[in-house]
């Protein structure tokens, strides 16, 4: 056997954990009922052994049943390994993880009855054409053809590739694949769906049309998890984020808190010509100034003035022998608070 | 577990779980696609499994005999011997490519392993196409052989059971053979198995010569018998030609029975741990 050659990526540990009774609405409960009060998740992980790719270091989440909840996080933050032990696609090293009332250590197949699940990249079954992707998918759910060929036309036709209902799945753009894989995810009505980094690779039509695809299934009342990497699209569609880095929880909350636990001021970003540790000492009595870090070459400073205190920072830059090469501003915003609480960007 | 109740307006996933029930449904349904895929490469799965054997048996079974190098009665141990290489690459293949594709770069079988089956289902799944094509395999080889070959002294068709057994258990052998292959390789080495793996099972699965003839040379003779493919091959033997020299049937039943049980062992292990990560 060739198992040497694989890379030890899991020894991810991760406690998730949903508890939560099942949908609020009982049988007879009125459609479009409020949201259910149901699925929550909580993970936690432990370590790995020296050798191992720790993926996740502690996690614990709980989300509300009906939420549009998000993990944002910079590449191999642990955001895919979560969504992965969550959907069982993933085993946990250690902890627990509870998907709309089911352990997805203990109950896989009862959780994943209860689940859709969208890939980050899109992984059709190619041998089949764009509706049989549908038909066997719901098939696999022990949904009848009749139905599921029904059911099948009216996605196709919501997510507007009905059209393309006959062509092999090749033929599809990555935008409508990706819709497909939505439409999968949907076909045997999950109470929960996870999607991983939705719109990777979408151009921004596309990325737009997706979202609100998302709203809408949110609207109808659905749990929606989603991992991703861009500010806006967590900003936009987000209830609460989680945002994670290196498989640590950093920051829970409804992305308007989280806006508002930035940093001051407007972040004003400094390239410089060499190491900006010995600048950084030198800007912080510049008045308006609040905080200042440095990384390599990037200073970083929070000002209360916007950019209006840019030349005097270049002037002290420049009389401890540095010179700048380039200037970013931005606003408080998530991405703010990510660099404050990573010393990281996000992309 | 927990009560399951219903979500508003899907009975099914509303109903309670019964696992037994849900189970077989989703297995069918995972045959059916596999059947249905498997179908309409129907043209391609042939060329793939039968060229090889039919080439040999025109070689072997009809050139060389004419050209006097080789006795009439040769053919006798090739038929058999061939019928059961067919099936095993038949089923080997049809098991381990797609699933080499699948788990290197396809991510295809994704969908299916998000079905609520238990994994280990799915990989038996597999196990079955797999003998399916094992078995439709060795029913194409064997009347072409015959039209080919002429006259076959020593055939006989009237040892069923037997020709059963043999073909079902060597196709199982081998379908897990191919489970244990594909969850194990990675794309790059597909070719390495054929050399590896592949080409000495052929050459040393006494599929072109009876085992018995190999008492010529004891190690040789003694080494093979780590090859499955012999007992295949000396099963067909049995239930084929059973007047020639030939291993008895229920050795040859035994020795399958316990190299099916390492494989599915080790192929439902492999699987599960590509599956799952």
């Given at each position: 056997?060739t198992?040497?050659?694989?890379?030890?990526?899991?020894?991810p540990?991760?406690?998730?954990?949903?508890?939560g009774?099942?949908?609020?609405r009982?049988?007879?409960?009125?459609?479009?009922?409020?949201?259910?009060?149901?699925?929550?998740?909580?993970g936690?992980?432990?370590?790995g052994?020296?050798?191992?790719i720790?993926a996740l270091?502690g996690?614990d989440?709980?989300?509300?049943?009906?939420?549009?909840?998000?993990?944002?996080?910079?590449n191999?933050?642990?955001?895919?390994?979560?969504?992965?032990?969550?959907?069982?696609?993933?085993r946990?090293?250690?902890?627990?993880g509870v998907?709309?009332?089911?352990?997805?250590?203990v109950?896989?197949v009862?959780?994943?009855?209860?689940?859709?699940?969208?890939?980050?990249?899109?992984?059709p079954?190619r041998s089949l054409?764009?509706?049989d992707n549908?038909?066997?998918?719901?098939?696999?759910?022990g949904?009848?053809?009749?139905?599921a060929?029904?059911?099948?036309?009216?996605?196709?036709?919501q997510?507007?590739?009905?059209a393309?209902?006959?062509?092999?799945?090749?033929?599809?753009?990555g935008?409508?694949?990706?819709?497909?894989?939505?439409?999968?995810?949907?076909?045997?009505?999950?109470?929960?769906?996870?999607?991983?980094?939705?719109?990777?690779g979408?151009d921004?039509?596309?990325?737009?049309s997706l979202?609100?695809?998302?709203?809408?299934?949110?609207a109808?009342?659905r749990t929606?998890?989603?991992?991703?990497?861009?500010?806006?699209?967590?900003?936009?569609?987000?209830?609460?984020?989680?945002?994670?880095d290196?498989?640590?929880?950093?920051?829970?909350?409804?992305?308007?808190?989280?806006?508002a636990?930035?940093p001051?001021?407007t972040?004003?970003?400094?390239m410089?010509?060499?190491?900006?540790?010995?600048?950084?000492?030198l800007?912080?009595?510049?008045?308006?100034?609040?905080?200042?870090?440095?990384?390599d070459?990037?200073?970083?400073?929070?000002s209360?003035?916007g950019?209006?205190?840019?030349?005097?920072?270049?002037?002290?830059i420049?009389?401890?022998?540095?010179?700048?090469?380039?200037?970013n501003?931005?606003?408080p915003s998530l991405?703010?608070?990510?660099?404050?609480?990573?010393?990281?960007?996000?992309? | 577990?927990?009560?399951?109740?219903?979500?508003?307006?899907?009975p099914?996933?509303?109903?309670?779980?019964?696992?037994?029930?849900r189970?077989?449904t989703?297995f069918?349904?995972?045959?059916?696609?596999?059947?249905?895929?498997a179908?309409?490469?129907?043209?391609?799965f042939?060329?793939?499994?039968?060229?090889?054997?039919?080439?040999?048996?025109?070689?072997?079974?009809?050139?060389?005999?004419?050209?006097?190098?080789?006795?009439?009665?040769?053919?006798?141990?090739?038929?058999?011997?061939?019928?059961?290489?067919?099936?095993?690459?038949?089923?080997?293949q049809?098991?381990?490519?797609p699933?080499?594709?699948?788990?290197?770069?396809?991510?295809e079988?994704?969908?299916?392993?998000?079905?609520?089956?238990?994994?280990?289902?799915?990989?038996?799944?597999?196990?079955?196409?797999?003998?399916l094509?094992?078995v439709?395999?060795?029913?194409v080889v064997?009347?072409?052989?015959?039209?080919?070959?002429g006259?076959i002294?020593g055939?006989?068709l009237?040892?069923?059971?037997?020709?059963?057994?043999?073909?079902?258990?060597?196709?199982?052998t081998?379908s897990?053979?191919?489970?244990?292959?594909?969850?194990?390789?990675?794309p790059?080495?597909?070719?390495?198995?054929?050399?590896?793996?592949?080409?000495?099972?052929?050459?040393?699965?006494c599929a072109?010569?009876?085992?018995?003839?190999?008492?010529?040379?004891?190690v040789?003779?003694?080494?093979?018998?780590?090859?499955?493919?012999v007992?295949?091959a000396?099963?067909?033997?049995g239930?084929?030609t059973p007047?020639?020299?030939?291993?008895?049937?229920?050795?040859v039943?035994?020795?399958?029975?316990?190299i099916?049980?390492v494989?599915?062992t080790?192929?439902?292990r492999s699987f599960?741990r590509?599956?799952?990560?």
């Amino acid at each position: 056997m060739t198992q040497g050659l694989r890379k030890v990526y899991p020894a991810p540990s991760s406690r998730g954990r949903r508890d939560g009774a099942p949908p609020g609405r009982g049988p007879g409960g009125p459609p479009g009922a409020p949201r259910r009060n149901d699925a929550a998740a909580r993970g936690r992980s432990g370590h790995g052994d020296s050798n191992d790719i720790v993926a996740l270091v502690g996690l614990d989440l709980e989300i509300r049943g009906g939420e549009f909840f998000g993990l944002l996080g910079p590449n191999g933050a642990g955001k895919t390994t979560t969504i992965g032990i969550l959907t069982t696609r993933v085993r946990a090293t250690a902890g627990r993880g509870v998907v709309a009332g089911a352990d997805v250590g203990v109950e896989a197949v009862a959780v994943r009855q209860r689940i859709g699940v969208v890939p980050q990249r899109p992984n059709p079954d190619r041998s089949l054409s764009v509706l049989d992707n549908l038909v066997f998918h719901a098939a696999y759910f022990g949904i009848p053809r009749g139905r599921a060929t029904a059911r099948a036309h009216a996605l196709l036709e919501q997510f507007e590739i009905d059209a393309r209902a006959d062509a092999k799945v090749d033929e599809l753009s990555g935008g409508q694949q990706q819709r497909l894989m939505i439409a999968r995810a949907l076909i045997h009505e999950p109470r929960v769906i996870f999607l991983d980094e939705p719109t990777v690779g979408l151009d921004p039509q596309a990325r737009r049309s997706l979202w609100d695809i998302l709203r809408d299934l949110h609207a109808q009342g659905r749990t929606i998890v989603m991992t991703t990497h861009y500010m806006e699209e967590a900003d936009r569609l987000c209830e609460r984020l989680a945002i994670v880095d290196e498989g640590r929880l950093l920051a829970l909350d409804t992305p308007a808190a989280l806006r508002a636990r930035a940093p001051g001021g407007t972040l004003v970003e400094l390239m410089l010509d060499g190491d900006a540790g010995p600048a950084a000492a030198l800007v912080q009595t510049v008045p308006y100034v609040t905080d200042v870090s440095a990384r390599d070459g990037v200073l970083r400073v929070y000002s209360e003035r916007g950019g209006q205190i840019i030349p005097a920072l270049i002037d002290r830059i420049q009389s401890g022998g540095r010179s700048v090469t380039n200037i970013n501003l931005a606003a408080p915003s998530l991405e703010t608070l990510f660099l404050s609480l990573t010393g990281k960007k996000l992309d | 577990m927990s009560a399951t109740t219903a979500t508003r307006s899907d009975p099914i996933i509303g109903t309670p779980v019964d696992r037994t029930v849900r189970a077989s449904t989703v297995f069918i349904a995972l045959l059916r696609r596999d059947v249905r895929v498997a179908r309409r490469e129907l043209p391609y799965f042939l060329v793939r499994t039968v060229m090889q054997p039919i080439m040999f048996i025109v070689v072997f079974g009809y050139l060389l005999p004419r050209m006097g190098f080789v006795r009439g009665s040769y053919s006798a141990a090739l038929v058999p011997g061939v019928l059961a290489l067919s099936l095993a690459l038949a089923a080997v293949q049809s098991v381990t490519l797609p699933m080499v594709q699948d788990f290197g770069w396809s991510h295809e079988i994704e969908d299916r392993l998000l079905a609520p089956i238990p994994i280990p289902l799915i990989a038996a799944e597999k196990i079955v196409m797999g003998v399916l094509q094992g078995v439709i395999a060795a029913i194409v080889v064997l009347p072409v052989a015959r039209v080919i070959m002429g006259p076959i002294p020593g055939l006989t068709l009237a040892h069923t059971g037997a020709l059963v057994v043999v073909t079902v258990v060597g196709a199982s052998t081998f379908s897990a053979l191919g489970l244990l292959i594909g969850s194990v390789i990675r794309p790059e080495q597909i070719g390495l198995m054929f050399s590896i793996i592949i080409a000495p099972m052929i050459f040393f699965g006494c599929a072109y010569y009876p085992w018995r003839g190999l008492d010529v040379v004891p190690v040789v003779q003694y080494a093979v018998l780590i090859n499955p493919l012999v007992y295949v091959a000396e099963g067909m033997r049995g239930a084929l030609t059973p007047d020639l020299p030939h291993m008895s049937l229920a050795v040859v039943t035994g020795a399958q029975l316990v190299i099916l049980t390492v494989f599915c062992t080790l192929g439902m292990r492999s699987f599960m741990r590509r599956a799952v990560g």
